[in-house]
C-alpha cells in the first residue's frame, strides 16, 4: 500500500487504491477503530491533532 501513497498519477496528485477496472476502491475504517473515532468525537467535540515534539530545541519550528 505505500507505494500507492507514494506514486504520483499523470496530474502529479496522489492517487488512492484502485480495482482491476480503474475504479477507485472505497477506504473504510475498521469497526474498532470507528468506534474510537466515535468516542473522541463525541468527548472532546473536534478533531485531535498529534504532535511530534523534539525535546533537544525550543519547539517554535515543531508547530509549524
Known amino acids: 500500500m505505500s507505494h500507492i501513497l507514494?506514486?504520483?498519477s499523470a496530474q502529479g496528485h496522489l492517487?488512492?487504491?484502485r480495482d482491476a477496472n480503474g475504479q477507485p476502491i472505497p477506504i473504510t475504517l475498521d469497526e474498532?477503530?470507528?468506534?474510537?473515532k466515535q468516542?473522541?468525537?463525541k468527548d472532546?467535540?473536534?478533531s485531535?491533532?498529534?504532535y511530534r515534539v523534539d525535546c533537544?530545541?525550543?519547539n517554535g519550528c515543531e508547530i509549524e
Open 56 to 58: 533537544g530545541g525550543c
Open 6 to 8: 507514494t506514486t504520483p
Open 44 to 46: 472532546i467535540r473536534r
Open 48 to 50: 485531535a491533532y498529534v
Open 32 to 36: 474498532q477503530a470507528a468506534r474510537l
Open 15 to 17: 492517487i488512492g487504491p
Open 39 to 41: 468516542t473522541l468525537l
